[in-house]
């Protein structure tokens, strides 16, 4: 099990002292896995840094996760030990809602339960993270990591992929449509990957010309640099839809006027509050924001399966877990191509 | 004609003297109406103040226009004199642009041409609306006011009536679904009359514990006092769709939480800056804030033979000409139920 300790730094007043997370036991609904892969997602550092306020320590972060099957309980029939699995940002929901029964268990209205952090009859009361040798999670929540995808590689399909597709899905991406990915990181660069894979015109939208090739190169069409007046202005009315993946807060404003009539722009970043919301482009043109969070079980399989179909997986920097705190900092500046992943062999 | 001579006082720096307004000749595709009612809207008040610095004068206000058809032009097929008419907020669009052939003339992407106040080739330079004796409009922009309404207190559908049905229509709001309506003035009272109409649970949401009766009269089935906050907190995640029709720049965050998973909230009032938009309730729900324009002109016939099917008009005080700055001291305070509409036949 990883050691915690290593965050202590981030939070002083915090005792934090080394120790083994223990999984429970493997119940009969329970899939235990050994974890081969973890992503390192920002929320990661959020909770690390208790930034929202809500950590509680001993926390082993991580909800990218992919591993193969030790052992399954006696009622478990969609795996079988040795399998290639995975398991996103949530590993519980209360199956009977509206939103569950709808198979969109992220927005359970009962409360889901995220992959680390959340209160759980787990031995220390919370559940704990990927970055570990091992989790036991409920079967509905353990996807089947289909066959052609680097494991590596695709552990960050699990949160920044999830993100990116189910939002794309929803609003009907597909040929004819133009797309503006908003944003080039984690987020932003599976996003671009996957709009184009969905057939649609592809525009990476970023403040940074520097990352003009780079976006090509993932599958934009096109890149247009949102500090340049000019270039913005020539593209007004031009976007079916807008997936915005800025992780901190900002002007949406800047943006509104890209969208045609009855276009929607998709925060999946920038949660909490943010700059003035100006009404006039939303009025003016029937247009709209929405937020969008991860996704449901049942749609994160099909995006796992999309991914394999289309050889999608994250372009990654895969670490031994050593270097998570180092990996933290360069996060934190932008510093990564464009998601780190931990390779959990590593861990003693 | 009227003098405009009368809002001078609002705008001091700029030199208005009484004058009459001529109408262009009437032209082929043209029809000309003699205006009988014309309600006064929240818009006429910003534009004779110069709120939004647009203001050209002379200017004649007024775009909720209630008439009969004096003459008509030669290739005009649908109107003969003596029919009764409307004529709404808007009375030009370039016609050949996505939105206007989609009948969002609302929405053009070259710009539509105001009932007044846009330039034009009418004399003066600018359209002049319907605080007037006549007025003359292309034949697309003129409806056909249906039998059974009438007419003084149908002069408001044509701006507050189809600002609220618009919205209500496009996100498909019928039986079965819950539809909040924040803000009972003008706007706010045509969407209870509507919602209603349509078929949905109708529930008035307002700061206003004394408008809770004349929102049950208008056909609301409940109403939520929006600074009650467990009055609130009870009815989180229940609204399909919130029709906000709040006027002034506020805080959109209080009512998010109320919507559904996938729910919309529509602004039809407050356009430009308004508080700072916090996205953690649209990434936690999928939820949407939404815009939207008055609506097309196709939508709009529709909108008014709808509201005679179901004997919907607005609640009116109707005013001889002479009492317009009273009327907008008494709009500006709130003081209307709910609506104020000129009789033209007062003005010499």
């Not at 080394?18 to 929320?43: K, M, N, S, W």
């Not at 913005?232 to 079916?240: E, G, I, P, R, S």
Request: charged share 15%; aromatic share 6%.
């Amino acid at each position: 099990m990883f050691s915690t300790s290593s965050f202590a730094a981030h939070s002083a007043t915090t005792p934090l002292s080394p120790l083994q997370i223990a999984r429970r036991e493997v119940g009969p609904l329970d899939v235990q896995i050994d974890i081969e892969y973890c992503g390192i997602c920002h929320t990661d550092l959020h909770v690390a840094k208790n930034d929202w306020g809500r950590s509680v320590y001993p926390i082993v972060p991580g909800h990218e996760i992919v591993g193969r099957v030790r052992a399954v309980g006696a009622k478990v029939k969609r795996f079988a030990p040795g399998q290639a699995v995975a398991v996103g940002c949530f590993v519980g929901s209360c199956g009977t809602c509206a939103s569950c029964a709808d198979h969109m268990e992220q927005y359970c209205l009962n409360g889901y339960t995220l992959t680390y952090g959340s209160p759980s009859a787990d031995p220390g009361g919370y559940t704990q993270g990927g970055y570990s040798k091992s989790i036991v999670v409920g079967e509905h929540f353990v996807l089947s990591l289909p066959d052609g995808l680097d494991p590596a590689a695709a552990a960050p399909l699990l949160c920044a992929g999830i993100t990116s597709y189910s939002p794309l899905r929803h609003w009907g991406i597909g040929p004819g449509m133009t797309v503006g990915v908003i944003g080039l990181g984690g987020l932003g660069h599976m996003g671009v990957k996957l709009a184009h894979a969905m057939g649609a015109k592809t525009v990476m939208i970023t403040t940074s010309p520097a990352k003009a090739a780079d976006a090509m190169r993932l599958g934009a069409n096109e890149v247009l640099i949102s500090t340049d007046e000019q270039a913005m202005l020539a593209m007004a009315n031009q976007f079916d839809f807008l997936l915005n993946t800025i992780l901190v807060p900002h002007d949406f404003n800047t943006y509104m006027g890209l969208l045609k009539v009855d276009g929607t722009m998709c925060i999946v970043g920038a949660i909490g509050p943010n700059a003035q919301l100006n009404t006039r482009p939303l009025i003016l043109g029937r247009r709209n924001i929405a937020g969008s969070l991860v996704g449901g079980i049942k749609e994160t399989q099909e995006m796992l399966n999309f991914c394999a179909a289309h050889e999608i997986v994250s372009d990654i920097e895969l670490i031994p877990v050593e270097q998570i705190n180092e990996a933290y900092v360069r996060m934190q500046n932008n510093d990564v191509k464009y998601r780190f992943v931990i390779d959990m062999a590593t861990l003693a």
